[in-house]
């Protein structure tokens, strides 16, 4: 049995040294057979007493050699011996969601601008809706390279009005109009007031997440009716939503979540929860009232 300890002391040794087990032998067996081998073989060298104190008998050390390739298999998450990569072992664990934000008009509560965000009247799908999951402490651990957005001020008007970005990335603005503009937010984690002149640009980066809640807003102070909205996430499950109002969020590991959908122009909000089975795709459809801007 010292051997086994040994052995398996060998393969724990082996593995934290960052060696990839897999690209040294053929599979996980050939692998643990040559180790277990290599020990007995140690072993025995001292004298012809100890040798006859190794193991016993060969049938008995191939049973010792697959018990002890099931555990550390096992462990490992492996579902064969090195026919699958962790990796793809990982990924079997994730789902999808997908679905559509529609509007629901109501004549109760008109919604001036809405035209410029409902293609069709009767679907009432809704372009420029943020979707998000969110839990408690989620995270994603993917190695984010930090990415650029532009932001453009044209016509009197950020386009586009609502971004959404990851924590790190950087916002471009430019001023494309024959006036001079301004951005600015008055956000207290993050706060910046910017003239720009004609032809110009003006970079900054949002290092904060704020959420779906708390988007932070961006306005001109030259020009009141100016408006835009970036939303920052700390992970990649987010989306705005295009003309049809779809959304599709990939890879969303497995679990429970709340899923968030705001649209900062028409002051619309949507909460529920979901569960997210892996391999499984959730189909969700999102109809927004005009009372739904609630806490």
Not at 9 to 27: E, F, K, L, P
Not at 177 to 187: C, L, P, Q, R, S
Not at 190 to 204: L, R
Request: glycine fraction near 6%.
């Amino acid at each position: 049995m010292a051997t086994v300890f040994l052995v398996a002391h060998d393969i724990v040794a082996h593995i934290a040294s960052g060696c990839d087990v897999a690209q040294n032998s053929r599979n996980w067996q050939g692998f643990f057979c040559e180790m277990f081998c290599m020990r007995i073989d140690f072993l025995k060298r001292p004298s012809r007493s100890a040798a006859r104190r190794r193991i016993g008998s060969s049938s008995s050390c191939q049973v010792i050699v697959v018990l002890l390739l099931a555990g550390i298999g096992s462990a490992l998450g492996e579902q064969s011996w090195g026919a699958e990569p962790l990796q793809s072992v990982a990924a079997a664990n994730v789902g999808t969601v997908r679905g559509t934000v529609a509007y629901m008009a109501d004549p109760a509560y008109p919604w001036r601008l809405g035209r410029y965000y409902i293609k069709n009247p009767k679907t009432g799908l809704l372009a420029e809706a943020v979707v998000a999951i969110s839990s408690r402490g989620l995270k994603a651990n993917d190695n984010h390279e930090p990415r650029t957005v532009v932001v453009d001020q044209k016509d009197f008007q950020f386009t586009p009005e609502t971004t959404a970005i990851r924590a790190g990335d950087h916002v471009r603005f430019l001023n494309s109009d024959n006036h001079t503009h301004n951005v600015k937010t008055a956000d207290p984690k993050f706060s910046f007031n910017v003239t720009m002149p004609v032809g110009s640009e003006h970079t900054e980066t949002f290092t904060t997440a704020s959420g779906a809640g708390r988007p932070y807003q961006i306005d001109c102070v030259f020009h009141s009716a100016m408006r835009a909205w970036i939303f920052v996430f700390d992970h990649p499950w987010f989306q705005v939503t295009p003309i049809d109002g779809s959304f599709e969020l990939k890879n969303v590991p497995a679990g429970e979540y709340r899923l968030e959908i705001d649209h900062p122009a028409g002051r619309l909000r949507h909460r529920q929860t979901i569960q997210v089975v892996a391999g499984k795709t959730l189909d969700v459809s999102v109809k927004l009232h005009p009372n739904t801007d609630k806490p």
